[in-house]
């Protein structure tokens, strides 16, 4: 995380946060351990000369986070942030796969790579 500095606190396990980035997200998996919420994009195409009229479909999606038209395929980059995969499962079958003018979906879940310690 870049450019944030982040504290949390876990207490009686319940999480609070006390950061200076009000869009971080967590929840508690396991006693003393969090989670920030998934990430994912979503790449869509499109059927002809629908693209316009999707884009704007999307933006009414709170989780949707960003969304970029684009030449050739897939049409459509949006990046989703959701707390699970069953999130991200809901969210793509009942909101984005029922907006007319969308013919498929490919969905990339974002994973972070752990840095090798020195030790």
């Known amino acids: 995380m870049k450019g944030f500095r982040v504290f949390f606190l876990i ?18 998996l396991e006693k003393g351990v969090c989670h920030m919420s998934e990430n ?18 999307l933006t009414e999606i709170k989780e949707i986070k960003t969304i970029d038209a684009c030449w050739g395929k897939p049409d459509i980059f949006a990046k989703v942030e959701v707390p699970d995969q069953e999130a991200l499962t809901q969210l793509v079958l009942t909101k984005i796969h029922t907006i007319e003018g969308i013919a498929q979906t490919d969905t990339h879940l ?10």
């Open 40 to 57: 994912a994009y979503v790449l869509i195409n499109v059927l002809p000369g629908q693209t316009a009229n999707v884009k704007n479909l």
């Open 110 to 119: 974002v994973y972070t790579l752990q840095e090798e310690s020195g030790y």
């Open 11 to 28: 207490w009686r396990d319940r999480l609070r946060y006390v950061g200076d980035s009000p869009e971080v997200e967590f929840k508690i």
